[in-house]
């Protein structure tokens, strides 16, 4: 079976600076997605950055980012200049390619991220 | 396009009552997903539906707790006779393709 570990529980980063948030995977697949959402007090989940395994390029998504190291089964996100609206929960999430017997999302502990103005 | 809608925000129940939680896919959406949050935890999948058919349960509790999509209206979970512990939030999700999820905001049960 799958699982998402996030080793970070709690992340504080000043504004205006850089911050990595940690993640690794285990699976036995070859292809898969890699999701990384940020849930807000306000409870939304919001998907801030998705991989596919098979795209060795690293996503990207203005200040955001990603390090998919699929040797090492990792993919950190980078937020860069960050905002005081960047301060949430986020959480990491693996699934299984699309069409297979379940699409279901798999999420790790989840990382609280505090920014300091 | 109104997004995943999930109704109600709130749920106060008491004890043994019944709680029931509606979500609404995207328009075009025929996928929908249940997850459940527990207090400082991350989301839990329980069950995966498509039209009228159960596709994986293997995430629902084996007593009290149903989930249905049917061919017209919302996709319903059901908890029966609710115990203090099913206190969560229960986040709703639906999918057409491999582009991933969009999430609903959620209901947020509280048993007491």
């Known amino acids: 079976a799958q699982t998402v570990t996030q080793s970070q529980p709690e992340m504080s980063v000043q504004e205006a600076e850089t911050v990595t948030l940690s993640c690794t995977y285990d699976t036995s697949e070859s292809d898969y997605y890699l999701f990384w959402y940020k849930q807000p007090p306000s409870r939304q989940m919001i998907l801030v950055i998705r991989q596919e395994a098979y795209k060795q390029q690293n996503a990207t998504e203005n200040r955001f980012s990603v390090n998919f190291q699929k040797a090492a089964k990792s993919f950190s996100l980078k937020i860069s200049d960050s905002q005081l609206g960047d301060a949430a929960m986020y959480f990491c999430a693996y699934r299984s390619p699309y069409g297979g017997a379940t699409n279901k999302l798999i999420f790790g502990t989840g990382t609280l991220l505090a920014v300091q103005p | 396009n109104a997004g995943v809608m999930q109704n109600p925000r709130h749920l106060v129940r008491r004890r043994g009552q019944e709680a029931r939680l509606r979500c609404s896919p995207m328009?075009?959406?025929?996928?929908v997903y249940w997850y459940r949050q527990l207090p400082e935890e991350g989301l839990k999948f329980m069950v995966y539906l498509q039209k009228e058919n159960i596709i994986d349960e293997s995430g629902m509790p084996k007593e009290r707790f149903s989930a249905e999509f049917p061919k017209e209206g919302p996709s319903i979970l059901r908890i029966q006779q609710v115990v203090r512990g099913d206190s969560a939030a229960y986040f709703c999700a639906s999918s057409n393709s491999d582009y991933g999820y969009t999430f609903g905001s959620g209901t947020r049960l509280t048993v007491v």
């Open positions: 328009k075009g959406h025929s996928h």
